[in-house]
């Protein structure tokens, strides 16, 4: 399939499906697919991610991950609330990239075209560069802050890798670039080739912990996380937000996607989401499976976080503060990155009279 196919397959769901329901405002494309020409096939290691967004102050549920005519889709839902201002989606570094460019499927209104072309506009200006890479910073700090260390280890985990990762988004967000999920950190080392930064990459992967990592020790570690999900799979009943993320519709981009990076020489940067899903299936078993099932799978996870040296609360908070005690540095890179991106412009262009 490829990737013009896909949308239209994604299009054909939102409104046979999502555009018949009550409170239905609208529905746009987001993620990676954004900006990939019609003609490219789509990776069996993507999904098509959709954001739908309804009336009323709190959404529905994720819907998350389910095939439809072949295609997987991701459905997202987001309130009407979110998009009405502007100014709130320039600054958020999460929503502005999906408006850079016209990615809507539906918009019974006309406000999300309007939005859409203002965000457009204005997406490239120096203030609002800024402060979408402000408000990745303050998710980092944020997120490092409130980690619990009474939580179980899969929460905890969780809690420290996921703003950690968000150290890729500054630098992403300063050029320009989609902040990827899976990919984060092969995109952020592009980025900081592309901008002579190259040496400040292996900063970012000793900060994860996996710097000095080899190949065949992330193999055998994919090798265990396969098993744990399909543990965590046969049993997931709680309705997790990443749920769908779980199961075997999605499991070639959570297996497969990670095994096609470490045969393509980037075992490293595999690392981030072996570990997000490991956490993530440790999480299912803890709530659904009996208890010598999880106890059976926990050996592993605890070798995979020891390998990033994490082994008590002592090493999670110090890997905490090694992140904020970083992020001057991070800074100064994703200035200069901002400083010599030619599509960035210093100021607004000024609208005539």
Known sequence: MNVGLARATASEWVLTHAGIEAGFKGAYF???????????????????????????????KKLGKFVYRGALLEI??????QLASMEEVLASY?????????????????????????????????????????????????????????????????????????TTH??????????????????????LREYGHAEFYEDLLQLLG???????????????????????????????FFRTDITAAARPIAIDGSRELIRSGCHREAMFWIVATFARCHQILSADAPPAVRQAHVPAFEAVIADLCIASNDDLLR??????????RLWEKAEAIMSANPDIAAKPPIDPA
Not at 76 to 81: K, M
Not at 319 to 328: E, G, S, Y
């Open 210 to 240: 996996c710097a000095r990592l080899t190949a065949p020790r992330v193999q055998r570690h994919l090798d265990e996380l396969a098993r744990t999900f399909d543990a965590a799979a046969a049993v997931a009943k709680t309705p997790f």
């Open 319 to 328: 890997r905490a503060d090694d992140v904020m005690r970083f992020l001057p």
């Open 94 to 166: 999460h929503l502005a990239g999906s408006f850079r460019m016209n990615t809507i499927i539906a918009d019974p209104t006309g406000h999300l075209g309007k939005l859409q072309a203002e965000v457009s506009r204005r997406f490239a200006e120096l203030p609002w560069v800024r402060r979408r890479c402000e408000n990745a910073r303050q998710r980092i700090e944020d997120g490092l802050r409130a980690i619990d260390t009474a939580a179980p280890l899969h929460d905890k985990v969780t809690a420290w890798l996921f703003p950690t990762g968000v």
């Open 76 to 81: 997202t839902y987001l309130s009407w609330n």
């Open 30 to 60: 987001s993620g990676s697919i954004v900006g990939l020409p019609h003609d490219v096939p789509l990776a069996a290691t993507s999904d098509i991610d959709v954001v739908v967004v309804t009336e009323g102050d709190e959404p529905p």
């Open 170 to 191: 500054v630098l992403l967000v300063a050029a320009l670039r989609n902040p990827t999920v899976r990919r984060r950190y092969l995109a952020a080392r592009d980025v």
